[in-house]
């Protein structure tokens, strides 16, 4: 870094420090600035890295690191972004007196930035509803409806390391932002010049009582049928999130026995002591579930992420003589068959993510209901007209949106609790409902994988290096077609990534995530069951030879898409 660029650099980083109200950050800035001043450096890389341009605001919000400068998330960066959203609801909706509904998680500071938030809405003129305590965020998407709010804001970082928060922003009809209102919004927050001139209220929010918690419980309960069989024994994690008292609560109140809990991770902690991602995909985050599982003998697993927008599970299975994880697309299946069977309208519609499985489109069809496929996110997903219910396969469901417009851990537990138990009761289990669904619509295989980035110019890289490769077959199959995303292709909102469809129905999309440094690969391939078996083969025999090929077409395709996504190598500056 020459010596005018370190100047600017330590400017920037003092006027920063100078105009933040929050003494550990600033501390944190001269620390920083006395060891660049002493040559260490890895402390100016750093210092670099936290001034290189503002934390982005976008569809998801906010989500990164928690520390001082522009791209952090700090007090600082809140209350602009508090700012930001309060403007553009007084300039752009034109609400003068907009009443802002406000939750947080438990991780570090969100307690900080949920308060930071209220200030800076009452201030404003506004109104701010506090949740409070630490609850889970489809609390928070009930209740920005519920009391009938114009926006909405949960600080979580969802299922993020340790070292992240977020600021997720909804908007009055309890849906997430999507464009242009992000950007508008990004706009507002660039218009605020110092923190020190946002005017911050320093009482005047207000706080909800029991009754919120006790109206989601309500409406989360009335999504069970009260007639269904109880009897199911679940063992729960929240993995050291916000989950375990809403789920228990709700469990109860429907009449199912509470669930065991997993004990070392019942208790919110912001440092996810026994996992290394508190995410319930990530392999080893149910370690503890799964043991609980062996040791009570129960007949399902329920896992949350920690803010509880999520839903995992996992089941006994003969095939491997333990307890597997279901797949998001498994559980997503299940529960749209799950409606299904308990009834649908002509008008009703299935939605899902255009990265899940298509089996939901063939259960739609068959009940002869209209599914859509959206971009990922349940900002898409929510805003379908006649939305019955949604989901996206990384573990998010929307199984009642007429409660809560977002995915929903806690409802989609109790949903596929009542499936599981009711399947008990006939002396049939939830992979046996897959079986059927297999043998009627076709074995729908889907898998992924992610490729992790150390610096995000990797990520344009390897996209653009996809772009330029256009193969006409992979693993011995034909390719149709590949869509280009950003280009709008395939009907959808412009969105990065690429679609490839091949002449066996196999379909792979490659993406970059929204919230996390790395590229996601989605594959499914489609195997109808009896169309090349024998006669005298068994249904059974036929499924199985059905598995057995897709499986097969599913892991050649997977390494060939493994070769293609191998990371590229950035250029290196010259040795000195």
């Not at 110092?194 to 999504?223: C, I, M």
């Not at 429907?254 to 902690?269: L, R, S, T």
């Amino acid at each position: 870094m020459s010596t005018a660029a370190g100047g600017e650099l330590k400017a920037a980083a003092l006027a920063w420090r100078d105009d933040d109200p929050d003494p550990t950050t600033r501390t944190e800035i001269d620390d920083l600035l006395a060891r660049v001043e002493a040559g260490d450096a890895a402390a100016l890389d750093d210092l670099a890295d936290r001034f290189c341009g503002t934390l982005e605001f976008g569809t998801a919000g906010l989500r990164g690191a928690i520390g001082a400068g522009p791209n952090r998330m700090n007090r600082s960066v809140v209350i602009r972004a508090a700012a930001g959203l309060t403007a553009y609801l007084q300039r752009e909706v034109a609400v003068t007196h907009p009443v802002v509904v406000i939750g947080y998680d438990a991780r570090y500071n969100s307690d900080v930035f949920a308060r930071d938030t209220a200030a800076v809405v009452v201030a404003a003129g506004g109104r701010a509803l506090l949740l409070p305590q630490p609850l889970p965020t489809p609390v928070l998407a009930f209740a920005i409806r519920h009391v009938g709010a114009d926006a909405g804001v949960m600080v979580t970082a969802s299922h993020n390391p340790p070292q992240d928060n977020g600021y997720k922003v909804y908007l009055g009809d309890g849906s997430q932002i999507v464009p242009p209102a992000d950007a508008l919004i990004a706009a507002h927050i660039t218009a605020v010049d110092r923190v020190a001139d946002v005017p911050r209220a320093a009482d005047g929010a207000e706080t909800f009582g029991e009754g919120l918690q006790d109206a989601y419980l309500d409406a989360v309960v009335s999504v069970v049928d009260p007639d269904s069989p109880r009897d199911l024994s679940v063992v729960h994690t929240s993995l050291h999130g916000v989950g375990h008292a809403t789920v228990h609560d709700a469990f109860v109140r429907a009449g199912f026995a509470a669930p065991v809990v997993v004990d070392e991770q019942a208790v919110p902690d912001p440092d996810f002591p026994t996992v290394a991602f508190p995410n319930p995909e990530e392999p080893g985050a149910i370690d503890l579930a799964l043991a609980k599982a062996v040791e009570v003998g129960c007949d399902l697993v329920i896992a949350n992420d920690p803010d509880a927008d999520r839903c995992a599970a996992a089941v006994r299975d003969p095939a491997v003589n333990g307890w597997r994880m279901l797949r998001g697309d498994e559980v997503g299946t299940l529960l749209g068959a799950h409606l299904v069977s308990r009834g649908v309208s002509e008008h009703d519609v299935f939605a899902c993510s255009i990265v899940s499985s298509r089996m939901l489109a063939g259960i739609a069809r068959a009940a002869g209901i209209r599914h859509e496929e959206t971009l990922t996110g349940f900002k898409w997903i929510a805003r379908v007209d006649g939305l019955r219910y949604g989901y996206e396969e990384a573990l998010g469901y929307c199984v009642a949106p007429e409660i809560v417009r977002d995915k929903d851990g806690v409802s989609a537990a109790l949903l596929l609790a009542e499936l599981a138990a009711g399947l008990k009761a006939e002396g049939a289990t939830l992979l046996d409902l897959l079986d059927d669904l297999s043998v009627t619509h076709g074995v729908h295989l889907t898998d992924s994988f992610s490729v992790r980035v150390s610096e995000l110019a990797q990520i344009e890289v390897l996209m653009g290096r996809l772009r330029a490769q256009q193969p006409s077959s992979l693993a011995g199959v034909a390719i149709e077609g590949i869509d280009d995303l950003a280009r709008g292709d395939g009907g959808l909102p412009p969105t990065d990534g690429l679609r490839y469809r091949f002449a066996d129905r196999s379909r792979v999309i490659v993406r970059p995530s929204g919230t996390e440094p790395k590229v996601k690969v989605y594959l499914e391939v489609i195997e109808t069951v009896g169309t090349i078996e024998t006669p005298e083969q068994s249904p059974k025999q036929r499924l199985a030879h059905a598995q057995e090929a897709a499986t097969q077409r599913l892991t050649s395709i997977r390494s060939e898409f493994e070769r293609l996504t191998e990371l590229p190598r950035l250029p290196q500056p010259p040795q000195r």
